[in-house]
């Protein structure tokens, strides 16, 4: 089955710099990758994918995040950090097609502070 | 469009008691998940709906976990004599096809405390 690892539980950044989460996964295919937020009392919501087409992906709130084979990661990567972004940061890999569905497996999590 | 709604947004409920779970995805949605977020084992898959084909059940702890899905849309997650293990914050998903690239998109989940 696929994993993901997410480096470091907690990242603490400061506003206005930059924000890096890391992923890696273990796949011995071309997996889908995904990266969710979830703030407080919340469900996730989706900051991006990769689906094999182009390597760097741009989502949402000025987040993007790098898909490299060679180095199976795929961090999350965003210029400036705002206090809104602080939140749990989860990426997840469809879990494809070794299971020939499409649940998530998510990592563990990422929470990320934004101090002002 | 309205997104996922679950309910209750929190449930309390004493060891040994059964509980049910609702999920109403985003209409015209054919596949449907449930996953468990806890402290200990983070988010975990537990059952995956897709149209009228059985259901992926295979994500399921124990027997004691079981869910429907009626007339393609709405789904209840029943866990029957509870234990404290199971608590945990219960989270449902919908898609438009259910393939490997489509987006899911959760609803805000249902937190369930075992006493």
């Known amino acids: 089955a696929q994993s993901v690892t997410q480096l470091g539980s907690h990242v603490s950044v400061s506003e206005g710099a930059l924000v890096l989460l890391r992923c890696n996964y273990s796949s011995s295919v071309p997996p889908y990758l995904f990266w969710y937020v979830q703030y407080p009392n919340q469900g996730l919501q989706l900051l991006l994918k990769?689906?094999?087409?182009?390597?760097l992906v741009k989502g949402i709130n000025g987040f993007e995040a790098e898909f490299k084979k060679s180095e199976t990661s795929f961090h999350l990567t965003k210029p400036s950090a705002h206090m809104s972004d602080a939140a749990e940061y989860f990426c997840?890999?469809?879990?494809?097609?070794?299971?020939?569905?499409?649940?998530?497996?998510f990592g563990k999590g990422t929470r990320l502070s934004v101090i002002a | 469009g309205a997104g996922v709604s679950q309910s209750p947004s929190n449930k309390v409920t004493e060891k040994g008691k059964d509980v049910e779970l609702r999920c109403d995805p985003i209409s015209g949605h054919t596949a449907l998940y449930w996953y468990r977020q806890s402290l200990g084992q983070g988010l975990e898959f537990l059952i995956y709906?897709?149209?009228?084909?059985?259901?992926?059940k295979s994500g399921l702890p124990s027997d004691r976990f079981s869910a429907e899905r009626t007339g393609g849309s709405v789904s209840t997650l029943t866990i029957q004599r509870t234990q404290q293990e199971d608590s945990a914050v219960y989270l449902c998903?919908?898609?438009?096809?259910?393939?490997?690239?489509?987006?899911?998109?959760f609803g805000p989940g249902t937190r369930l405390t075992v006493l």
């Open positions: 998903a919908s898609s438009s096809a259910g393939t490997s690239t489509d987006t899911q998109y």
């Open positions: 990769y689906t094999s087409a182009a390597t």
């Open positions: 997840a890999v469809s879990d494809f097609p070794s299971r020939g569905n499409t649940p998530l497996v």
């Open positions: 709906f897709q149209g009228n084909s059985a259901p992926d």
